[in-house]
């Protein structure tokens, strides 16, 4: 059977504590129960989660979703972003675990990423060391999205060209963007071409595009 | 010094009595006195008991706290988990219970401490520990830990089945079976939508066309699978297998093919190595033209569209009207000489057209198959690359065989070949191709058989049913077609 991996790398930093962290928390149990009744997802999709602050945490390694279990994401008091660190744990992770097709192996679809940040990276070199190095891993879609400040946009779209911004992390807010992601990950398992990415969904009100 | 002594100075040094030298001797009589020995004798007794009792109260605290995950559960199939209460240091529960479990369809099994059943609700649903710890009163309250527990429902049930638009451009029917004679041989095939797209209403993508071509005397057969993620791909596949068939009916010159018969024939009496090499590089060139006269013809009727109908083209990720068709193609022409079948094909993307000898002791795989790194990557007749690709070579595609008789041709679709052979490298495995056949002839959960005797009129029914096979993971559309 071919798996549908997904990647989630979420901020966990300092400035997520508090009322944005259980909003995430609320909102990624709503997402995998709302995927667990989707036909496809249930049969196909792998999930993993992995959380940055001043450490990078795997707190789910890429586990199907019939046998997943969502644990509370808590985070620090206070301490810096280190997307590029994460990105570094993402990259390894990503080599390791995905199936490529060959005459005698059955291929993954292509993996999903899905990148939640509040905050500038604050390792940037480092940051800037892995973008390259990401987009080799040729996912099917990466979709970054900010919560709050919409400046820190431009460091996302180093990344992606599928950058969203969330005015806030609230409990809704975070609810709609999340039914958004599980449309988006129904996307990802058809045939397209060799090179071809995933069209995105229209985004709910609440979700927008930055260009 | 006695416990009561030391018991009485600790007490008055916490509470800054002092005892004066001269009251030495008072205090060592008082201390002596037998009721106040009592008395501290019960109020340590006391105190101890309070411990405990806070001890006992703290440990049940965290036994309810202590994270207890057990495994995700699914309905309809058997369920048994062994709570480990040695591992997870909870040797100290007497009494256990499980509440709320049946309501579930599970039970609880105390000797062996094993949760157990066939669950019959799904939903991130919880039931709960009662328990009691050594040293609580045997008739105390039982204490309660809630457990969560996620029932996957059954696979099975999720699916739905909606109506594709029939009112929507290129509306075609969900399911389509056919059969019927070419030549000496016969032919069933069945094309079915596949669940992924009953579940959202989407069309069948996949699609096929045959003829006996009766002026020439050939066969011709296409399957195709239109890209998923491109949304005219329906019509796509439906246009690139109509227009093989009428290229090989309408547009092939009856000369060139006169003249490649001809050095067949040829080639048959003086078996000469050039001679088949000529003769094969004839038969790519023939087929050819039908692959260009198929893109073309899609190329065609999606510049049309794009004029008259501008709405249908808004996917920001197509690059031409062309894409919106995408779909793979292959297909067979073949004819029966004397000397035998000659059996032409081609193919681009990941369908496989198979054939199998008259003894059923070898199978041939006819194509190569695109298939990327990852799901879903393939290559498509509608790509202008694929006529001119260095890596990919278009002569490749093709192939060429004489075959005194052959008991089993297959053309099917990745919904097929996907579930039945997993990876391309089965498909080289004429075991592989055997066990497909009994497959076919009722070796299969169902019991669903396909009888391919010449006198059977409900094969393409059979057909049909059988391919209701259910395959988890695997709900893409299914074409089949079988010569034989």
Redesign the interface.
Known sequence: MRRLPIYFLLDTSGSMNGEPIEALNNALSGMINNLRSDAQAAETLWISIITFDREVKEIVPLTALETFQLPEISCPESGPTFTGKALEVLYDKVTKEIRKGSPTQKGDWKPLLFVFTDGKPNDLQSYAEMIPKIKSLNFGAIVGCIAGNKDIATKLLELTNDVVHLDTADSSTLKQFFKWVSDTIEQGNKSMGTTDNVSLPPPPSEVHIVI | MNDTKLYIQNLFAVKKIAIGQNRQQLFEDFIKKEDNEQIVKTIIEQQNYLMDKWELKNRVADIIAQQL?I??A?VGKLYKFKIDFEQLNLTDLIHVECFGLEEMGLAFNKNESIIEGIPNQ?G?LSFKLLFKIINEAEDSIPNEKIIPI?I??D?KT???DIPSNRAAPFWKKDDIIASGKLGDKKIVVASKRG??HE?VGSFRDDDFSFKLIEEIGWSAIAVA?G????PLSREGSRLACIAVIDYFEKHLEKETLEDFEHKIFEQQKSNGEDLLNEIKVLSKQILYKAVLFSHQQIKNLAEQIEVSSPELFN???AKNALDYF?TTLIFTLFKKFDFGYVVMTFGVG?CPIAIVNKEQTETTLLNWL???????????VT?ADIFHSQEHPMASRFNFKIMADFSYLFLMS?GIY?PKF????NLEKHERWLEFLKDLQGENEENVKVDFSYENKEIADQLSTWMDFWS?????DRTLAIVF
């Not at chain 2, 997993?422 to 490298?425: N, P, Y």
Request: proline fraction near 8%; charge should be negative; aromatic fraction near 8%.
């Open positions: 995950t495994p995700n699914t799904n991130e996620v996957n429902a696979p999720l699916w739905k669940r992924s579940n699978d890209a998923g993620s491109y996917n920001p990720k995408h990941d695109d298939v990327g790194e990852f799901g879903g990557g393939t290559r498509f790509q990745d996907d997993v990876v391309e490298a988890p993971g695997n709900h893409d």
